[in-house]
């Protein structure tokens, strides 16, 4: 009956804002497990001054998991950053049509991603999927420009949004080896 407007500008600032929310959960993580991995690593060498070295080596190989983590997780914050960089030059030139379907699909690829399980970030990485589809949607329904000049082509968005691919094959294609 009643039916939202499909603004894609709404939606893209909708889904910056889910973006930069996911970015900070994100860092919060990112944060709590550095925080963690350097207790860890006192306790190490508390214990190999004292020659436990069982008990070392197995705070050697949680240190090893959670460094393994680390990387993930900065390797999501690179992704998130390239994508907000996208969604901030759409806002800004009021060109929606391609980069939308981009950063869609971009979002779909990330969901492969097993750090975006964590059930702190599940939830707002779930809110950013419903976003980037409506805003791919919303730009396609849409596909007059607001303003009355046209704009060159974004390279530096796409060079952008390139990379962010190149960084989530690499992810997965170690996911999947490992």
């Not at 919060?28 to 060498?45: A, C, H, P, Q």
């Not at 979002?107 to 975006?116: A, R």
Request: hydrophobic residues 40%.
């Amino acid at each position: 009956m009643f039916r939202r407007s499909r603004d894609p500008l709404r939606k893209a600032l909708e889904t910056l804002y889910h973006v930069r929310l996911l970015r900070n959960k994100i860092d919060m993580l990112y944060n709590r497990v550095s925080e963690r991995r350097g207790v860890l690593f006192e306790k190490l060498t508390d214990l190999e001054s004292k020659g436990e070295k069982y008990l070392a080596k197995r705070y050697a190989e949680e240190i090893a998991k959670l460094d393994k983590l680390l990387a993930r997780l900065a390797a999501v914050q690179l992704i998130l950053e390239k994508i907000d960089l996208a969604l901030q030059y759409a806002i800004n030139m009021r060109e929606f049509s391609g980069l939308a379907s981009e950063i869609n699909n971009l979002v779909k690829d990330m969901s492969k991603i097993p750090e975006l399980n964590i059930p702190d970030l599940n939830l707002v990485f779930i809110e950013l999927q419903a976003s980037a589809r409506e805003l791919s949607e919303a730009s396609e329904a849409n596909n007059i420009v607001d303003i009355n000049y046209s704009i060159p082509e974004g390279s530096d968005v796409k060079r952008i949004l390139e990379e962010a691919r190149e960084v989530m094959k690499k992810k997965l294609e170690n996911e999947l080896t490992v």
